[in-house]
């Protein structure tokens, strides 16, 4: 019965240290000192420290920045001391150093368990550089995505104003161009008027050959604008007689 209970605990050992030797994620085990006494595969390839190497060596000399030392110490200490936590069974986000001392950003997570009377602490440590430098990358071209919106938006409104000015402008002028349009028939009105006044046969001649015009070029198939252009044209061929004297137009005969 020992015997299968020994063998058991072997084999969950071998599986456990198996697991923690091929982890992605480096995985350290420090005593109540500070003192490396684990370190795994992934724990060479990020920090460059080999598992000789490593064992036995303060880990905050390894892989902390020398700004982070002391709060490192000092809450291990405190820990021991009053059992105060602190980071410890909390995912965080910290700056760790690698051998070559050339800093990083990483995901830590550390543990505490209690082995004949003495603390040993498991921390698991996750390079996330590349996570980082996407997630700038990302902030980066939100920032230029919203400011090129910023300025669609107020290309957009310039747009809106250009519009509005350019359709009060174009109102400003198609009034302009009724009221000159008014303004020149009722000078060819007039000019008719002094016509009859002059000659009766003259002003009459000279709105019939308007109405005969509309006729014609509606049957000619001219839009309305160009048949109103005809209409108003129409009466011009023959108003100079008004500047004829009198004697002239009413004489007998052949001028």
Known sequence: FYKKKNFLADERKKFLEAVISDS??????????????????????????TYDESLGRDIAEMIIPQQYRRAHRDGLQRFLTTGIRGILGQHIEVVALRRDG??????????AIKLNEQYVFSAVVRD???????????????????????????QRQAL??????????????????????NAYLQTLNSLSLAAEFKDEDTGKHLLRISKY???????????????????????????????????????KGKL
């Not at 050339?102 to 543990?111: A, D, K, N, Q």
């Not at 996330?128 to 300025?151: D, F, H, V």
């Not at 174009?170 to 349009?181: A, C, F, R, T, Y």
């Open 24 to 49: 992605f994620d480096a995985i350290i085990k420090i005593d109540s000192s500070g003192k490396v006494i684990g370190w795994n595969k992934s724990s060479e390839k990020i920090f460059d420290w």
């Open 160 to 181: 809106g104003i250009a519009n509005t000015n350019l359709s009060h402008f174009s109102k400003q002028v198609e009034h302009s161009l009724v009221e000159l349009e």
């Open 213 to 251: 015009s509309r006729v014609l070029a509606k049957a000619a198939g001219l839009s309305e604008a160009e048949v109103n252009f005809i209409v108003l044209a129409a009466p011009m061929h023959d108003i100079g007689k008004v500047g004829i004297p009198d004697i002239i137009l009413q004489k």
């Open 102 to 111: 050339s800093e990083f950003p990483v995901e830590l997570t550390i543990s």
């Open 128 to 154: 996330i550089t590349l996570r980082k430098k996407l997630e700038r990358e990302n902030q980066s071209y939100a920032i230029e995505l919203g400011e090129s919106l910023k300025k669609e938006t107020v």
